[in-house]
């Protein structure tokens, strides 16, 4: 087995997570091989077993870093909102645009292909990505829940209601909401769930 030193662990574990990234989104977990990966990495098929157990080890730490990025995003564009109505209207709109144009997002939260994978995961696999799927996905949703303006004061209940949102992105290009018209369409339902989860002007 090959000695590497720390800093070629991080740098080689840098590049696999990069590589599939790159190969997930591109072609889905299904039809992604680990040769291609540790091709794309450029290094060994062996050295991959040496930072990763399996496919889905790597596939499960993609997900996790696509989370991180997601977070960073949302609390971003959050941090400029001046008031709990724009919070949310900021949230929802970041969610709607990450699923569209990322694909891990949209395979993470819209196509489930984490869950058709589920078992094959490790117990250990399933914790690390089981953290933070109650309220960590929205991070606001306990606040929000604090407010007596705010419709709901159960934050798992709240942070279920945005995630079920997103799967109105599968309405895109198809004879549902045709796409020249999908945009408007967002905007309005982005409205009129902002005003329903208030019970008064903010």
């Known amino acids: ?38 091709d794309a990495a450029g290094i060994g098929t062996s050295t991959f077993y040496q930072f990763f157990e399996s496919k889905e080890s790597l596939y499960v730490e993609v997900l996790r870093v696509e ?11 959050v941090s400029e909102a001046e008031t709990p109505r724009d919070e949310v209207e900021t949230m929802l709109r970041v969610m709607l645009r990450e699923v569209r144009s990322n694909p891990h997002t949209s395979r993470l939260f819209v196509e489930g292909e984490l869950r058709l994978i589920a078992e094959r995961l490790s117990d250990a ?9 109650e309220t960590g996905d929205l991070p606001y949703a ?37 796409s020249e018209s999908y945009e408007e369409t967002e905007e309005r339902l982005v409205e009129t769930i902002v005003d329903g989860l208030f019970l008064e002007p903010q």
């Open 67 to 77: 989370r991180r990025r997601l977070h960073d995003r949302i609390g971003a564009a």
């Open 1 to 38: 087995m090959t000695r590497f030193t720390e800093e070629d662990r991080v740098r080689i574990r840098s590049q696999l997570v990069d590589a599939g990234r790159e190969l997930f989104a591109r072609y889905g977990f299904a039809e992604t091989r680990i040769r291609d990966v540790t």
């Open 125 to 133: 696999e399933r914790q690390s990505l089981a953290a933070g799927e």
């Open 142 to 178: 306990e606040s929000w829940a604090a407010m007596d303006a705010f419709r709901y004061d159960d934050p798992t209940a709240i942070a279920d209601l945005f995630r079920s949102l997103v799967f109105v992105t599968r309405a895109k290009d198809t004879d549902i909401v045709p």
